[in-house]
């Protein structure tokens, strides 16, 4: 229940969640592809829904000279194309009255002192009572200018004389590029915001299925009980993207890589998710706890021995991906010819506590692999060398349970069944369930959701400041290790189109493991 | 095969002894599909015309919820006792890609005879899945205790009873049967589902939310065909407020609050007009109005007062049963607010029925 509405007599038990409360979103890199593509549409198909709380405005801030309409006309263009829910014109223009557009340069305060104004003016008009949601989906260097501005502007604090209203702030990716300059970003947002009002989205937990992964294990009583070092072999996690550096994203990709752009954020949150324990409640505190504690007790790979050992490296090379020739990374444009940056990238992670000592977790990702797929598959142990196990053949592999996040969210299991017979064969059987099978309604998209979480005051699915700078400080140590060294660990090279380098699959094997076939 | 009742498009005919038989042949005709199911659901009329209408609308709710359908229409004024079957698969390709089937049984049962009904419906569910069960038109002397104690969510429609009271009362006795395991589902009250959240998000309003006790009019307007819904909406914001039925003269009713102070209900009634048309509560500073046009699929949505006004528009609830099988069971849940609002409701049906004798 938000804090204003345990006075509304209606809200109380319509809805069984958090609720969200009317505001002004104010988005910084309005004339951007994220709010053009997911933001608007975001709320659009809220409002579709049924869910967007009434008098929720939207007011764009960037530099460009737009005007409202212009604003509103490229917004609904797209619209069209990428809703999910298709385009209703009456529950458009709807949105579309309430959306305005503000023009200002980051730097200037002046824009910010015109923006506390208008925000002000629209509450007066429209009977809001002062709460704002500012989204900052800019470029990352504006960050540190948007938040100043805010502060002295008087917007990061909730408006005196109003009752219970709130000033909140979603920072998106990246949230920092290493650990000093993430420390950093987060001291400039504590100057600004109240921890309990910094919402760092990670989109990744907004998918259905990542949801899914606590209530597959705290929800079912057959898998926490196996959910450890004593049932569990390893745990692999795999991030596979068939696209390279397509629409310009190479000049952005190579200053990041695959290890600071995918597998500190998106990945380790789903590690964490996996492997964190029990939380004593659903709260976000309750939640983000534990998955801190689970960043944290990754094991340190911080000499460039350790990182040799434990993590791969790669960049494509020319190849075919689904029929076509592709460039290598190097001939990628907007990529360095002599760049040292990884689109490929596989760790052995090891957790070191209680539940999962000697247990490694094998996370890759990669550009220009065969398909795009993200997929956690949990690997139980071989039976004992007993009854059918002893058999010549033996049990031909054992079970493996997988989260499948994209695109075709669900989950299977893996297990041995006898094939019919006189004999006794076995062969591996599959367990399927998909989300698009059983459920025909489309899963609302992660932006969705998180939007209105952070409306209701929900920061369950969003990074906490520890987690992030537990989570750079593991990259990190990575990163100072390829870079200090230079040449020592050499970057491994695979064709496109392939499942990445050999030295990635070596790594396995001398654990006497195999990646998963996807 | 019944000369009277259209059964085209239920399907293949099959023997009764012979359906699983036929199902697992149906299957293993068709290797590219596949076999979707969350739940056993059943669709029982004793109108055996609205069998194959049944059968359509089944089609339409697999998109979105993939079952084991069993259709059900009971012939009772038939004179011999027979039982008619078919199987066919609705199916459906899923966003686009893989074609997703459902599994449809239907049958006609000819004749009066006790039991049969149950014995049809347990004879034939997938093990495990839980039992939707939508009774259609008024509760018989078949809805009886050996059937309902097995089904986990009972949808109905008290829009087509002829006497919502007497109904309504079964209900409560079913309920307790069941010791409140069962999940009732009221498409009258589903009927108002968006209704009741526009209120609510316009009592986000600060200045609305002050409103909230001076309230002193609330005006409703609504086709008279679907005066169960209006009837529940006014009963769960009269719930919410804390009012209770006074009394009543004609379309003008009077409810009383906490404090004493009087709420006057006007209803208005239309018949070209939307299920529930508009819902309008006044106070004196405050007005907060939801209005639909007939078959629109939007709500118009005002808060007016205190020299500011908020339009919004927003998503309307279907019209026909279907829409609002398909929504509810989507959303799923124990409608435990239903409950809770029942008794409020029950003593607006009395008062109702007082004006009326």
């Given amino acids: 229940m938000g804090q204003s509405g345990v006075s509304n007599p209606f809200r109380e038990d319509l809805v069984s969640r958090n609720l969200a409360e009317a505001c002004s979103v104010v988005i910084f890199g309005a004339t951007g592809d994220l709010t053009h593509r997911k933001l608007i549409p975001a709320l659009y198909n809220l409002a579709v829904d049924g869910e967007l709380p009434t008098g929720v405005r939207i007011l ?459 | 095969m019944s000369a009277t009742i259209p059964t085209e498009g239920l399907g293949m005919p099959v023997e009764v002894g012979s359906i699983d038989t036929a199902l697992k042949k149906l299957w293993e005709a068709d290797e590219a599909s596949t076999n979707a199911s969350l739940m056993n659901f059943l669709v029982y009329t004793e109108d055996p015309q609205r069998l194959q209408k049944n059968s359509a609308m089944v089609q339409g709710l697999t998109r979105e919820h993939a079952c084991r359908a069993v259709l059900i229409a009971m012939n009772r004024k038939a004179t011999e006792v027979k039982v008619e079957a078919w199987i066919t698969a609705h199916c459906h390709l899923a966003h686009g890609k893989k074609s997703i089937c459902s599994e449809q049984i239907a049958f006609l049962l000819h004749g009066k005879s006790l039991g049969r009904l149950r014995n049809t419906v347990f004879a034939h569910l997938n093990s495990d899945l839980p039992l939707v069960f939508w009774w259609q038109g008024e509760f018989t002397d078949l809805f009886e205790e050996r059937l309902y104690r097995l089904l986990n969510r009972l949808i109905f429609d008290s829009a087509t009873w002829s006497d919502p009271l007497a109904g309504f009362r079964r209900l409560a006795e079913a309920r307790e049967d069941t010791k409140g395991r069962m999940i009732t589902q009221d498409l009258s009250w589903t009927r108002s589902y968006f209704y009741r959240l526009a209120v609510a998000r316009l009592f986000d309003d600060p200045m609305a939310q002050k409103a909230v006790p001076e309230i002193r009019e609330v005006r409703l307007k609504g086709n008279p065909a679907y005066r169960v819904a209006i009837l529940l909406l ?23 609050a906490r404090n004493h102070k009087e709420i006057s209900v006007i209803f208005e009634w239309d018949e070209e007009a939307a299920p529930i048309a508009a819902l309008v509560l006044t106070a004196p500073d405050c007005e907060v109005s939801i209005t639909r046009e007939a078959g629109s699929p939007h709500l118009c949505q005002s808060v007016v007062g205190q020299g500011h006004r908020v339009d919004f528009s927003g998503p309307a609830d279907a019209d026909e049963a279907e829409g609002l099988v398909a929504s509810q069971l989507s959303r799923g849940g124990k409608n435990t607010l239903f409950l809770t609002v029942l008794p409020r409701f029950m003593e607006l049906l009395e008062l109702a029925s007082s004006k009326e004798r």
């Fill in chain 1, 60 to 518: 764009g801030f960037a530099r460009r000279d737009w005007s409202d309409e212009r604003f509103r006309e490229g917004l609904e263009k797209l619209n069209r194309e990428v809703s999910r829910t298709g385009h209703d014109d009456e529950i458009w223009e709807s949105l579309a009255s309430n959306v305005h557009y503000h023009q200002s340069e980051f730097q200037d305060e002046n824009g910010y002192r015109r923006l506390a104004e208008r925000l002000d003016q629209i509450d007066q008009e429209r009977g809001g009572k002062g709460n704002r949601l500012f989204y900052i989906a800019s470029a990352p260097e504006y960050f540190d200018d948007i938040l100043l501005n805010l502060k002295k502007a008087g917007l990061s604090q909730s408006k005196e004389n109003c009752n219970a209203c709130w000033s909140r702030v979603i920072v998106e990716k990246p949230f920092g590029t290493t650990l000093a300059t993430a420390q950093h970003l987060n001291q400039v947002v504590a100057g600004t915001f109240e921890e309990k009002d910094t919402y760092r989205i990670d989109h990744y937990l907004g998918k259905e299925t990542a949801q899914n992964i606590m209530v597959l294990r705290f929800a079912n009583a057959i898998f926490e009980p196996m959910w450890n070092k004593e049932h569990i072999d390893h745990v692999q996690i795999t991030c596979a993207e068939h696209l390279g550096m397509e629409g310009g994203r190479g000049g952005y990709y190579d200053k990041a890589g695959a290890l600071r752009d995918m597998v500190q954020n998106h990945l380790l949150q789903l590690l964490s998710l996996v492997a964190m324990e029990p939380p004593t409640d659903l709260s976000a505190d309750g939640v983000r706890d534990e998955k801190v504690k689970v960043i944290r007790s990754l094991r340190q790979w911080d000499t460039p021995e350790l990182v040799a050992e434990n993590v791969v490296r790669g960049q494509y090379v020319a190849g075919n991906v689904n029929g076509r020739e592709v460039p290598g990374y190097r001939e990628e444009d907007r990529v360095d010819p002599d760049s040292q940056t990884e689109a490929f990238v596989a760790l052995r992670c090891m957790i070191d506590t209680w539940r999962w000592s000697g247990v490694p977790f094998y996370v890759r990702m990669g550009k220009r692999l065969p398909k795009k797929a993200t997929e956690i598959s949990v690997h139980f142990k071989e039976i004992p060398s007993v009854l059918f196990n002893a058999m010549p053949g033996g049990v031909p592999a054992g079970n493996v349970l997988v989260i499948r996040i994209q695109p075709d969210e669900g989950i299977s299991l893996m297990m041995n069944s006898k094939l019919p017979g006189t004999t006794l064969r076995m062969e591996p059987v599959k367990m399927d369930f998909h989300y698009a099978s059983s459920f025909g309604k489309s899963s609302p998209e992660a932006y969705e959701r998180l939007l209105l979480d952070a409306m209701a005051g929900d920061a369950t699915l969003f990074a906490r400041r520890d987690e992030v700078e537990e989570a750079w400080r593991f990259i990190d140590h990575i990163h100072n290790a390829w870079n200090e060294n230079g040449r020592d660990i050499p970057i491994a090279e695979f064709p496109a189109g392939s499942w990445g380098p050999r030295e990635a699959d070596e790594m396995l094997a001398k654990d006497g493991r195999t990646w998963r076939r996807l």
């Fill in chain 2, 234 to 256: 006014l009963a769960w914001v009269a719930t919410r407020s804390k009012w209770k039925p006074e009394r009543a003269c004609g379309d003008e009713w009077t409810l009383v």
